[in-house]
């Protein structure tokens, strides 16, 4: 059972880049790296997924080193609204689907 | 638009009175599950479901029952609830499938059992 650590709370300022790092060591062959946000009292939200290299959509980027032992979730130019908890999985694949295991995730504080 | 919808949004009852959380999607996703939210315990899965009458335990299923009778839908039960389940709850549903970790979350039952 992969086990992912990250930095408990982050605080970054409007308009900057924030990268948030997940390190996960025991990831095994078949997983998959998943980020959800989540703002407070709201079910969380799927951000990104990948498996290897870099990922990019509309909201953020995910790096991914050649080991696979870590993954940066990237936030291009943050807005006040980006100021959630963001958690890092890595899929369990247990029959054809990931389960899906939190952590305590990042809180990320964003200020004006 | 693709959501799934849980009801109520919140709940107060007392102690051994029969509760039944509801849950429902309009994506034809295969796969439900329930989730309990504490904090500084974080989301621990209550129980999952792979397809229509196939259900099955997460990591802390007791004092809680579930049913799929439909597809669509996903109700918790609590069929004697105790203040210890007071929690914030999430059903999610997605596709089943390899390498597919796309999940999408209800808005939340803020559950209070005095």
């Known amino acids: 059972l992969a086990k992912t650590t990250q930095p408990i709370s982050m605080d970054s300022y409007e308009g900057q880049e924030v990268n948030i790092t997940c390190s996960h060591n025991?990831?095994?062959?078949?997983?998959?790296i998943t980020w959800y946000q989540q703002f407070p009292s709201q079910g969380p939200r799927f951000i990104i997924q990948?498996?290897?290299t870099k990922v990019t959509n509309e909201v953020a980027s995910l790096f991914i080193p050649a080991d696979r032992k870590s993954s940066t979730l990237s936030l291009p130019r943050v807005s006040l609204s980006d100021t959630a908890v963001y958690y890092c999985?890595?899929?369990?694949?247990?029959?054809?689907?990931?389960?899906?295991?939190f952590g305590a995730g990042t809180r990320l504080a964003v200020h004006p | 638009e693709a959501q799934v919808t849980q009801n109520p949004r919140y709940l107060i009852t007392v102690t051994g009175k029969k509760l039944t959380v509801t849950c429902s999607q309009n994506?034809?996703?295969?796969?439900m599950s329930w989730y309990r939210q504490d904090p500084g315990l974080g989301l621990r899965q209550i129980y999952y479901?792979?397809?229509?009458?196939?259900?099955d335990k997460g990591d802390v299923p007791e004092g809680y029952k579930v049913s799929r009778k439909e597809k669509r839908n996903f109700p918790l039960i609590l069929e004697s609830p105790s203040p210890n389940q007071t929690s914030l709850y999430f059903c999610?549903?997605?596709?089943?499938?390899?390498?597919?970790?796309?999940?999408?979350f209800g808005q939340g039952t803020r559950l209070t059992v005095v």
């Open positions: 479901s792979m397809n229509v009458e196939v259900t």
């Open positions: 025991n990831i095994a062959t078949n997983d998959y």
């Open positions: 999610a549903s997605s596709f089943l499938g390899t390498g597919n970790t796309e999940a999408f």
């Open positions: 999985l890595v899929g369990e694949n247990s029959g054809g689907y990931n389960k899906l295991i």
């Open positions: 990948g498996y290897k």
């Open positions: 994506m034809n996703h295969e796969y």
